[in-house]
């Protein structure tokens, strides 16, 4: 029933593509996070490579939230000017 939907339905493509491209970018961002210092960081073990990892989600995590902070302000000021 979803594929006959997702083929009949263009609103549901759309938000399919959209939930894609959002996935997409954070991991391109994770990814850019991750590559610190030219991509010539080393590990010495298993656990500091999950440190890192768990490190780098948090920081990407934090930058998407920052700029969402920031973007809803501008939005309600922009709201309270009627612009």
Avoid at 1 to 16: A, H, T
Avoid at 33 to 60: M, P
Avoid at 72 to 77: A, F, G, I, L, P
Wanted: with cysteine; charged share 25%.
């Amino acid at each position: 029933m979803y594929i006959l939907n997702f083929v009949d339905e263009p609103e549901l493509r759309q938000s399919v593509q959209k939930a894609l491209n959002r996935g997409e970018a954070y991991h391109r961002l994770r990814r850019a996070v991750a590559f610190v210092n030219g991509g010539k960081f080393s590990v010495q073990s298993e656990g500091e490579q999950q440190i890192w990892n768990e490190c780098s989600r948090l920081i990407t995590n934090a930058v998407i939230y920052y700029n969402t902070a920031l973007l809803s302000r501008v939005y309600e000021q922009k709201q309270a000017i009627n612009d």
